[in-house]
């Protein structure tokens, strides 16, 4: 695919703090292969099935009776990548899927458009989706410039597009937040009070409220996180688990203030010569309301790399990469326990 043309601008990225925790040690990691690269998120069902998609388009259901040993089954193939998936109220499976969101019968196999387009223009970058429990969809578009195969000229170009859709269970769709610095993943809190989204540029997640007198509201929980937030998903306890795909890039960060003729010479280059993303797994878990951290789980892996997607499911945290071809989960009893909780 020949590279777009960029046109950037000067944007001055956020801090870097601190978390409040320091990083616990990754637990015994357990992993389960998969016949397709970069399962980039996971997502549990009901009967406790893990679902993930690869590269490829496939769609598998890992079954929970084992481990290492877990049987996957290819349950249907999308055009194009799958980015986010959620498991509906109804059984389907949500997905995104570059350009379109994309519906999926489990039992059939059968996958049918759910929005194609948002005020006339075509979707661009379809990146995460979840639904409240009156059957409300939202969805994120990490950028409206660029498709997802050209996710770096949308970092380089320093243009904040990010946005955030609302589906009404009429079919209407409205427009709930604009201007955001690659948005990601989104997550309804468990008391359904909002929605809470994950800028990956930003390094920021933000609480936008559904119910209450501060209804559509945006307010950052989480502000200079010291890594990039990619998917997110919301714990029993009400906690909200953040994937970081990798720490800050800091050679981005120190061009997007400068001169906006260095990154365009920089995206001439060819991708090979470009910074790429190869990091440990890296998943933190915060307060839905104060943004307190609760949990810090980093450490080496040689068999899940660049971990993006993360959901509770049968007392296991499972994980979703882009660099390996591989799930991974670990023990919810081994996570340390914070005093803040939600």
């Not at 570059?98 to 519906?103: E, I, Q, S, V």
Request: negative net charge; proline residues 9%.
């Amino acid at each position: 695919m020949a590279k777009p043309s960029i046109d950037p601008v000067r944007w001055q990225p956020p801090g870097v703090r601190a978390l409040s925790l320091e990083p616990q040690p990754l637990p015994r990691l357990s992993i389960v292969a998969l016949p397709g690269h970069g399962p980039e998120d996971v997502v549990a069902d009901a009967a406790g099935n893990i679902w993930a998609g690869v590269a490829d388009g496939r769609i598998f259901r890992i079954s929970p009776d084992d481990t290492e040993g877990a049987a996957v089954t290819h349950v249907a193939t999308t055009e194009h990548p799958p980015l986010g998936l959620h498991i509906a109220r109804d059984g389907r499976v949500l997905i995104c899927s570059r350009d379109k969101l994309l519906a999926l019968d489990p039992a059939s196999g059968k996958i049918e458009p759910v929005v194609t387009k948002v005020d006339g223009p075509p979707l661009i970058f379809c990146s995460n989706v979840t639904e409240s429990m009156d059957g409300t969809i939202y969805f994120s578009e990490s950028t409206a410039r660029f498709p997802f195969e050209q996710f770096m000229a949308a970092i380089l170009e320093g243009r904040p597009t990010g946005r955030v859709f609302r589906r009404d269970p009429d079919g209407t769709v409205t427009t709930i937040a604009t201007g955001l610095a690659f948005t990601n993943g989104v997550t309804i809190t468990a008391d359904g009070s909002a929605l809470i989204i994950a800028e990956t540029v930003g390094r920021r997640v933000s609480r936008y409220a559904l119910t209450g007198p501060a209804a559509g509201t945006l307010t950052p929980i989480v502000e200079e996180i010291p890594g990039m937030p990619d998917n997110i998903s919301t714990g029993a306890d009400g906690r909200i688990w953040i994937t970081l795909a990798s720490p800050r890039n800091a050679l981005a960060e120190w061009l997007l203030p400068r001169s906006p003729a260095i990154r365009k010479v920089l995206w001439r280059l060819p991708d090979a010569l470009l910074p790429g993303t190869d990091t440990d797994p890296w998943v933190i878990a915060v307060n839905p309301d104060t943004g307190d951290v609760l949990a810090n789980i980093t450490g080496k892996s040689r068999d899940l790399r660049t971990v993006t997607g993360v959901v509770e499911s049968g007392g296991r945290l499972w994980m979703g990469c882009i660099g390996s071809s591989a799930v991974g989960h670990i023990s919810l009893a081994d996570i340390a326990s914070s005093s803040s909780g939600p």
